[in-house]
């Protein structure tokens, strides 16, 4: 969920090929190859006769073949992590004063991803930016993204790469994922830890003429120490009343933080990251928390979703780390020049 890159690994029979004029396997041989690094590959969800439903759209980084071997290996990451991770700004670094939308569509063209393959949501905030010339197009577009309250890049399963606020409409709308403890689950594992949950909240400014306090319910039956104290730095000028909702607000989120639980199910293709975990059982039905990541796997063995669920969020609201992070926040980027 903290990074917009996916990934791939795929498995595959490669048998020699029955024709005659082909000489070697099918998929990969030693002189030839239908999966070479940069080749296309997307996963599409088809039963019976319906509709191909997109499962991702991914770029090959590698595979692994043995002469003889009848099977061979490749992995790939989708567009965010071949074309913008990978490649740099070089000589064409210097961005000159204009509105941000613009700029980002720039750098996209400059990865060679094409107008049908993008959304960018418009703003009104101009800046002009001087990059590194080693610096990834990915990295400058979260340079840039800093200055945009609440922006985020993410790729949907089709391959086109979506640009905007938390409400833009280019993005799949999360949800709430709800499950049978008995009937939908095949495997749970439960993780507790303790590390990141605290029994006192302090928000306050950088010399603590500001400073407010909140006690934090916890987990029954977690005996943590009383004066174990998250502190959070808010900028100057922050009012006493914000200071005191965010408090307010810390404390209640910092009472679901510190369970983390992995899922095994059927498949679950229109699972997104981000959506929240709902799980029915004899007792009722429990929220557990934003899905923070998915693995699909589909094959011989047959089709299951493995999922992990982050206790410390929830649906419109998000984690507690994004919520702090959005208070806390230094709109102040290294990169930009001008204004």
């Known amino acids: 969920m903290d990074t917009p890159i996916a990934s791939f690994t795929l498995s595959l029979d490669n048998p020699m090929n029955e024709n005659p004029e082909y000489e070697g396997n099918v998929a990969i041989s030693e002189e030839s190859s239908l999966l070479s690094p940069g080749s296309k590959v997307e996963f599409e969800l088809v039963l019976g006769d319906s509709e191909p439903y997109p499962m991702g759209v991914f770029y090959v980084d590698r595979s692994n073949f043995s002469l003889l071997s009848e099977a061979v290996s490749v992995d790939g990451r989708n567009i965010i992590g071949k074309a913008l991770g990978d ?43 001087q990059f590194d010339a080693n610096m990834s197009c990915l990295e400058g577009i979260m340079e840039i993204l800093k200055a945009l309250d609440g922006w985020q890049v993410k790729e949907l399963v089709d391959g086109t790469v979506v640009i905007g606020s938390s409400n833009y409409a280019g993005f799949t709308r999360n949800t709430t994922y709800t499950f049978y403890r008995d009937k939908d689950i095949f495997t749970r594992s439960i993780v507790r830890d303790d590390q990141e949950a ?14 407010v306090y909140r006690d934090v319910e916890t987990y029954t039956g977690w005996n943590l120490q009383a004066n174990k104290t998250l502190y959070v730095n808010v900028p100057e000028g922050t009012s006493v009343t914000d200071a005191e909702s965010y408090a307010n607000q810390i404390a209640l989120s910092l009472q679901y933080v510190g369970k983390i639980e992995s899922f095994t199910g059927p498949f679950r293709p229109q699972l997104i990251l981000g959506d929240e975990a709902m799980i029915i059982g ?11 990541e998915i693995t699909h796997r589909f094959g011989k063995d047959g089709f299951y979703t493995d999922f992990t669920v982050d206790s410390g969020g929830r649906l419109g609201k998000g984690r507690l780390s994004d919520f702090i992070g959005k208070i806390t926040k230094d709109k102040t980027s290294s990169s930009r020049v001008y204004e």
């Open 87 to 129: 490649q740099s700004f070089d000589e064409e670094n210097s961005y000159p004063y204009m509105v941000l939308h613009e700029i980002l569509k720039d750098i996209l063209f400059r990865a060679n991803i094409s107008s049908d393959e993008m959304l960018v949501e418009n703003t009104s905030t101009y800046s002009g930016y």
């Open 198 to 211: 605290y029994r006192r909240v302090c928000v306050h400014n950088q010399d603590f003429s500001l400073k």
């Open 282 to 292: 004899s007792k009722g039905t429990s929220n557990l928390g934003l899905i923070t």
